[in-house]
């Protein structure tokens, strides 16, 4: 029996919600461990890591309310990209972070790829649907 299109938002958003939502609580528990995958040449990194982090939290919020979900996940696919130079940042510089395995920062690009998509298809689909 194939889901139901309502039935795939729902899923989508909710992973979403705790993606982001998890993500931005990192950037603020975990602050020390944020700022060292931030390239060097972003000024005021902690400040980057902070507002990244409530735009992140500010985002998985908006998804949950169908006025604002198209509006909050633009803005997260704008976040996913504007995030990507530290992501290739850390694949670049794997030896700095020797915790984390090799296979999963290379893992970390054509996943940032589907949740691009994801978001975009989230967007879309919400600012059609009725599913709170």
Do not use: Y
Request: charged share 10%; aromatic share 12%; proline share 8%.
């Amino acid at each position: 029996m194939p889901i139901s299109s309502s039935t795939s938002l729902r899923i989508a958003l909710v992973f979403l919600v705790l993606w982001f939502g998890l993500g931005g609580l990192a950037h603020f528990v975990f602050t020390a461990a944020e700022l060292r995958i931030v390239p060097p040449w972003v000024p005021w990194p902690r400040a980057m890591v902070l507002v990244s982090g409530a735009f992140e939290l500010l985002g998985a919020a908006g998804l949950l309310l169908r006025a604002t979900r198209p509006w909050a996940a633009w803005g997260l696919f704008a976040l996913t990209i504007a995030v990507t130079p530290a992501n290739l940042h850390m694949l670049a510089h794997a030896s700095d972070f020797p915790r984390v395995p090799l296979w999963l920062l290379v893992a970390r690009l054509p996943f940032q790829v589907a949740l691009l998509a994801l978001l975009a298809w989230v967007a879309v689909r919400s600012a059609k649907s009725d599913v709170d």
